[in-house]
């Protein structure tokens, strides 16, 4: 994977150990992604699928695109569409994605850099992979985080946080075995660059083969874990989590993620996302890229849609 790395870890700051009285997080659930293709085609797995919304606020959804290795002329991005009531967080570990929307917002992201966009109160917006990339065929890997918004911040005004791999938070866990990049949020008293409305981090993790990371984690947030690739464990207890799981954990001070010693060729380490934020605990009416907190919100949404008040598609 390459989203950004060191090649000493020893240099970086190291995030503390466990001290006496600090609590354990407990593995609550266990899930399995399962796979199907979003936009014009492009394959993703569905990480929080069969997890109980309360466990996942103030998350809504997360896909898992790629990874996949395009042959020339097969990458594929989205249509045109609307976006109202949350944030998308869209980080790209491998390969280029193009953004633009209504706004005359845009950009590329590639290796490691996060497009970070609060739709707010509502705009339209399309991701495609470039042109020469269509051309040449790549590797394509990243995540889409959807981000709910609370009720006195859903209409705000669209804006975008262009957060470049450069810019991560970079630490190391107490025996250096294993690199965290903090995208957003606090972990450890370490701020990575990410803004939220909501409090939350984000945070990518390596672990290499037999390491262990004890990551300190906000008590007010929930924790998930996400395995981009690899296997390993979750949890002081060893649960079993590989490739494609997500492990939903209980309230606690610190939480345990462990790399098995013996990897398959194709995964060297044990790639997480690890994510989590202080509940918003309101009502949630969700259809499809709306996110509001009524139905009479989301039919409202879909109505200034309809009458052309999220913009228009730029020539």
């Not at 993703?44 to 809504?60: C, K, Q, S, T």
Request: aromatic share 6%; glycine share 12%.
């Amino acid at each position: 994977m390459p989203a950004i790395t060191v090649d000493d870890l020893t240099v970086l700051s190291r995030v503390r150990a466990p001290g006496l009285g600090d609590q354990p997080r407990p593995v609550r659930q266990v899930t399995t992604a399962p796979e199907g293709h979003e936009g014009e085609g492009f394959p993703v797995r569905r990480a929080f699928a069969g997890i109980d919304m309360a466990l996942l606020d103030p998350f809504i959804m997360m896909d898992q695109m790629g990874e996949v290795d395009y042959a020339p002329g097969e990458p594929k991005g989205t249509a045109w569409h609307p976006h109202r009531g949350f944030e998308t967080v869209t980080y790209m570990i491998d390969g280029v994605f193009d953004h633009r929307d209504s706004h005359g917002g845009g950009g590329s992201i590639t290796n490691g850099d996060t497009q970070w966009m609060t739709a707010g109160s509502g705009l339209l917006h399309i991701e495609t992979p470039p042109e020469w990339l269509v051309t040449s065929g790549g590797l394509f890997h990243g995540i889409q985080l959807w981000v709910n918004l609370p009720r006195d911040t859903k209409m705000t005004d669209p804006r975008y946080q262009d957060i470049r791999s450069g810019e991560v938070r970079l630490l190391t866990s107490a025996d250096a075995g294993a690199l965290v990049r903090v995208i957003a949020g606090t972990v450890d008293g370490h701020a990575g660059p990410g803004s939220t409305y909501t409090p939350m981090s984000l945070v990518h993790a390596t672990i290499e083969p037999g390491a262990r990371l004890d990551l300190p984690w906000e008590v007010e947030h929930n924790a998930l874990v996400y395995v981009l690739s690899g296997q390993g464990t979750v949890g002081v207890e060893g649960r079993p989590l590989r490739t494609g799981q997500t492990a939903v954990l209980g309230a606690g001070d610190y939480l345990t993620v462990a790399a098995d010693a013996r990897q398959d060729s194709r995964t060297p380490a044990l790639d997480v996302v690890v994510l989590g934020g202080r509940p918003i605990r309101e009502a949630v009416a969700w259809a499809g890229p709306f996110v509001m907190n009524t139905r009479a919100e989301v039919m409202e949404a879909y109505q200034d849609f309809q009458q052309g008040r999220f913009g228009h598609i730029p020539a």
